[in-house]
């Protein structure tokens, strides 16, 4: 069974960054889509970013220019780099897997896999 691990999160002021790193076991990483998603209080569970096993990069609307997704498959690992940070960025943020190594969907049925979350809160 692929695990996945979520770290980094915490509590920062607005305008302040934070890296979230994601590390897989089992599987095979590389070839995976990884993701990551995010969920508020009271909220549906939303795309934040996205990384093809070619390394393709996809962003939602409300984080592009602001926040990078990257992987290191040596590391099994994928990151999330969030700058300039707002209160509307305070979620629980979850890594995702797909085995769709090209997948472009930023929907939550379409990653089969996924960690716990951490959580990350930014005070204005």
């Known amino acids: 069974q692929v695990q996945l691990v979520e770290s980094g999160g915490g509590l920062v002021q607005a305008g302040a960054s934070l890296r979230l790193s994601c590390l897989v076991s089992r599987g095979t990483f590389s070839t995976y889509t990884m993701a990551w998603f995010r969920q508020a209080p009271g909220k549906e569970r939303d795309f934040v970013a996205s990384?093809?096993?070619?390394?393709?990069?996809y962003y939602g609307d409300s984080v592009k220019g602001r926040f990078t997704i990257s992987r290191d498959n040596a590391k099994y690992t994928v990151y999330l780099q969030m700058n300039r940070l707002i209160p509307e960025d305070t979620a629980v943020y979850y890594c995702a897997a797909s085995r769709n190594g090209y997948s472009t969907s930023r929907s939550v049925s379409a990653f089969g896999y996924w960690g716990q979350g951490t959580q990350v809160t930014v005070s204005s």
């Open positions: 990384i093809s096993r070619s390394g393709n990069t």
